[in-house]
């Protein structure tokens, strides 16, 4: 199973600030990385898929990096709405798994 | 509008059984690959199972091999999980997740949207 860690557990950010998180994968993904968000009391929520693509309807201050086994997800300027955990997922290999999860808080 | 809304979670003794369903709208079912992902109470994501757009191939995490079982009704646009042996460690909240697209395609195994999840208890 492929391990996905995620870093920091934490992040103290304000609203403004450029927020840059990552992902590393215990062997390679190619770039079939994804990255959610997920806010309190509700389901997660599809930012960027194979590494760098924006799903449908989310903002171009969200951008992905990476391939192989390191990633990065990056906030370029922190909306009040983007506190919240984000998640990585592979699908480079059954089975699916997702990383620890990184919490973006107000600092 | 694509809407997954699922039922079936609730308290159960361990060692018994439960059954999820999740109805979907608003897209062609039978196209679009299905997944199962459940979250602990306080923690991550944990992917479960998953399923072919026609029910065909079906795949699962470890960690529920053997107990569990996916199925869909593509006539009735519901995915279905069978949960048996549950024990303590099952307890989270199941989400119901519409994959991106089918298993072979040159998309899929991403998860969007997801339903609002229900909860499962394993408890005596």
Known sequence: ?107 | EVQLLESGGGLVQPGGSLRLSCVVSGFTFSSYAMSWVRQAPGKGLEWVSGISGRGGSTFYADSVKGPFTISRDNSKNTLYLQMNSLRAEDTAIYYCAKDVGDYGANLYNWFDPWGQGTLVTVSS
Do not use: M
């Not at chain 1, 996905?4 to 990552?22: C, D, F, I, V, Y």
């Not at chain 1, 390191?70 to 906030?75: C, N, P, S, W, Y």
């Open chain 1, 1 to 107: 199973e492929i391990v996905l860690t995620q870093s920091p557990a934490t992040l103290s950010l304000s609203p403004g600030e450029r927020a840059t998180l990552s992902c590393r994968a215990s062997q390679t993904v190619s770039s079939y990385l994804a990255w959610y968000q997920q806010k309190p009391g509700q389901a997660p929520r599809l930012l960027i898929y194979d590494a760098s693509n924006r799903a449908t309807g989310i903002p171009a201050r969200f951008s992905g990096s990476g391939s192989g086994t390191d990633f990065t997800l990056t906030i370029s300027s922190l909306e009040p709405e983007d506190f919240a955990v984000y998640y990585c997922q592979q699908r480079g290999n059954w089975p699916l798994t997702f990383g620890g999860g990184t919490k973006v808080e107000i600092k």
